[in-house]
């Protein structure tokens, strides 16, 4: 079985600032949360955790997991999107002329610009991650764990799930909230437009 889930809160996440590829480790709010987590899933078996590097990623696996004999394998493809330029502003709905208001207005239409990665390239290396590691990891029956970022982990789900493009946002993951994905990842590309 595929499961997945987002990070702890930060105090960017709390200021309403973009993070991306910005290392910002959780406050206590989020460590608080993923010792709830910890709790609440504790029943629920993993064989492995792929995670993301950054920090956050990392202590909210940590704390999910203590105590519990599950690997914790960082993988640079489970990183958060990068937002290049944008990373560290806040409130981006208040700028319609912002590019990266668009990838979460209309991400269909999303163009990256300023250092940030599009859209192509973060289904590009998060469907080769599900392809090349996780597909196999199912497949000989593991349980497996992905623990990453808001849209990290929604290109993952939409891939899984079937969901185009432009329904990218509708997947709203809370902060440690765990997503079972079922128990194959297919080879679904939201990236392909409908005729």
Same mark, same amino acid.
């Given at each position: 079985?595929?499961?997945?889930?987002?990070?702890?809160?930060?105090?960017?996440?709390?200021?309403?600032?973009?993070?991306?590829?910005?290392?910002?480790?959780?406050?206590?709010?989020?460590? %608080?949360?993923?010792?709830?987590?910890?709790?609440?899933?504790?029943?629920?078996?993993?064989?492995?955790?792929?995670? %993301?590097?950054?920090?956050?990623?990392?202590?909210?696996?940590?704390?999910?997991?203590?105590?519990?004999?599950?690997?914790?394998?960082?993988? %640079?493809?489970?990183?958060?999107?990068?937002?290049?330029?944008?990373?560290?502003?806040?409130?981006?709905?208040?700028?319609?002329?912002?590019?990266?208001?668009?990838?979460?207005?209309?991400?269909e239409n999303y163009v990256a610009e300023k250092?940030?990665?599009?859209?192509?390239?973060?289904?590009?290396?998060?469907?080769?991650?599900?392809?090349?590691?996780?597909?196999?990891?199912?497949?000989?029956?593991?349980?497996?764990?992905?623990?990453?970022?808001?849209?990290?982990?929604?290109?993952?789900? %939409?891939?899984?799930?079937?969901?185009?493009?432009?329904?990218?946002?509708?997947?709203?993951?809370?902060?440690?909230?765990?997503?079972?994905?079922?128990?194959?990842?297919?080879?679904?590309n939201p990236m392909e437009k409908s005729a």
């Amino acid at each position: 079985m595929l499961y997945i889930i987002r990070h702890g809160k930060t105090d960017w996440n709390e200021e309403f600032r973009l993070q991306g590829r910005t290392d910002i480790p959780l406050n206590e709010d989020g460590r %608080s949360m993923a010792r709830e987590a910890a709790k609440k899933y504790s029943g629920i078996h993993f064989d492995v955790c792929y995670c %993301s590097p950054l920090s956050r990623a990392r202590e909210t696996a940590s704390i999910l997991l203590e105590n519990r004999n599950v690997p914790i394998i960082t993988d %640079s493809r489970l990183l958060e999107m990068c937002f290049g330029e944008f990373e560290g502003t806040k409130d981006c709905f208040l700028h319609p002329d912002w590019a990266i208001y668009r990838f979460f207005k209309d991400t269909e239409n999303y163009v990256a610009e300023k250092g940030a990665e599009s859209l192509e390239e973060l289904f590009s290396r998060t469907g080769d991650f599900l392809n090349t590691v996780v597909k196999k990891d199912l497949e000989d029956g593991k349980d497996v764990l992905i623990v990453g970022h808001g849209a990290m982990n929604n290109s993952i789900i %939409s891939r899984v799930r079937g969901i185009p493009v432009k329904d990218f946002w509708t997947i709203a993951i809370p902060n440690c909230e765990l997503i079972e994905l079922g128990d194959s990842v297919g080879d679904f590309n939201p990236m392909e437009k409908s005729a």
